[in-house]
């Protein structure tokens, strides 16, 4: 009994000794806990109390300290002011710069020959194409005797009016003979002179049978075939270029109408090609269509087997010049309040400045007032700042 009752408190005493040791255990992880947190806190404490305000001690900046390492880094450039093209670009069909339709100005009748091809140069008043002018011929012929006989009858006149000026002062001819005689080769002569007449109408006609060049040009096109049957109402046979120039009529809307004069400098890419052709405006359209709004500015080209009439291109036309500062479009912001740009002053904060924006080219965006080119511009990361942040500008290699 006694051995029962002593191994019943031994027991009673193990189990009160195990459970003193969990909570021991427990209390020991809620101080290790308590130990973590107060460390973490103080660590906060001892790196100052608010790191992230930038008018702060932190901000301010004593170098090296963790601080500095808050404030953010910006790109920035002087971008100085640059003389920048202003470019009018759009697209049309080349076409020639005067063509000339030519058709028959004769008679007409059955072509024989055709003697050019498009593509032929050609010059002025050279044939075209020949007509048939065998009945033609025969009448010439004849008129050219009539002409032969009219001037003979005008040389017996003469002769008879001179022999009876001789015999007048010997009294066998009297003046009345002498009036007749002076008429009668008056009329001859004036006979000749309507044969002649007659006879060259008749040449003229002949030589317009022939379909011929208007001016020296390039040929265009040809419609028209040996054997086939012409007259004034046949309509175009030939197209032709006028000394091969040739254009570009694009389309442009009103205001870059409006900045075009002529002289203007253009680069025209025909399509399918990346051949560029040097061409100028010679004519910017008097009037806008009131549907479309545009306007037709003719751009002149020298020959080319490239410059195809029908065809279509593009245009880059010079439309003058402008000296502006120009930014990169990452530099310009814009709010309901305009457009602006960050710059960085001489304590190296942020300034918000209100820009006029121009022109947006391959350069970039111009800024026509606002800047005048010496001031340390935000590149980048513009949208992230406020006025007056502090910020570490690394300036921007020129390229």
């Not at 193990?14 to 040791?21: D, P, R, S």
């Not at 002062?169 to 008056?186: H, L, Q, V, Y």
């Not at 011929?212 to 030939?238: D, K, Y």
């Not at 009529?249 to 870059?256: F, K, N, P, Y």
């Amino acid at each position: 009994m006694n051995y029962e009752a002593g191994m019943f408190g031994r027991q009673e005493r193990l189990e009160f000794t195990g459970e003193e040791t969990r909570k021991s255990r427990k209390w020991l992880w809620i101080a290790a806990a308590a130990i973590v947190v107060v460390g973490v806190l103080a660590f906060f404490l001892m790196s100052g109390s608010k790191p992230a305000d930038p008018k702060g001690a932190a901000a301010k900046g004593a170098p090296g300290g963790a601080g500095q390492s808050q404030i953010p880094t910006v790109t920035v450039a002087t971008p100085g002011r640059k003389t920048v093209a202003t470019i009018v670009t759009g697209t049309g069909s080349l076409a020639a710069r005067r063509e000339m339709p030519v058709g028959v100005a004769g008679e007409g009748g059955v072509v024989t020959r055709v003697l050019v091809e498009p593509g032929s140069w050609v010059g002025k008043g050279q044939v075209l194409a020949t007509v048939d002018r065998s009945v033609q011929v025969q009448t010439a012929d004849s008129l050219a005797a009539s002409v032969r006989v009219a001037q003979a009858d005008a040389r017996l006149a003469q002769a008879e009016l001179d022999r009876a000026q001789r015999l007048v002062a010997n009294g066998f001819i009297s003046k009345a003979d002498i009036d007749r005689k002076t008429a009668a080769r008056d009329q001859a002569q004036a006979r000749v002179r309507v044969a002649q007449a007659q006879y060259s109408e008749t040449q003229a006609r002949n030589r317009r049978l022939d379909i011929r060049a208007p001016e020296a040009g390039l040929v265009l096109t040809r419609q028209v075939e040996p054997g086939q049957i012409v007259s004034a109402g046949s309509g175009v046979l030939f197209r032709m270029a006028q000394g091969g120039q040739m254009e570009l009529r694009t389309q442009l809307s009103e205001v870059d109408l409006q900045r075009l004069r002529p002289g203007s400098m253009a680069e025209v890419t025909p399509t399918g090609t990346t051949q560029v052709f040097k061409g100028e405006v010679w004519q910017v359209s008097p009037v806008i269509d009131p549907q479309t709004r545009q306007g037709i500015a003719r751009v002149s080209l020298k020959y080319d087997p490239a410059l195809r009439p029908g065809g279509f291109a593009s245009a880059r036309i010079i439309a003058g010049g402008v000296t502006a500062v120009m930014l990169p479009q990452s530099a310009v912001q814009s709010d309901a309040d305009g457009n602006f740009v960050y710059i960085i002053d001489d304590k190296n904060q942020a300034v918000r400045r209100g820009v006029t924006t121009g022109d947006v080219t391959e350069a970039g965006v111009a800024i026509p007032s606002g800047l005048n080119g010496t001031e340390r511009v935000v590149l980048t990361a513009g949208a992230f700042l406020n006025p007056g942040q502090k910020v570490i500008p690394t300036v921007q290699k020129s390229k």
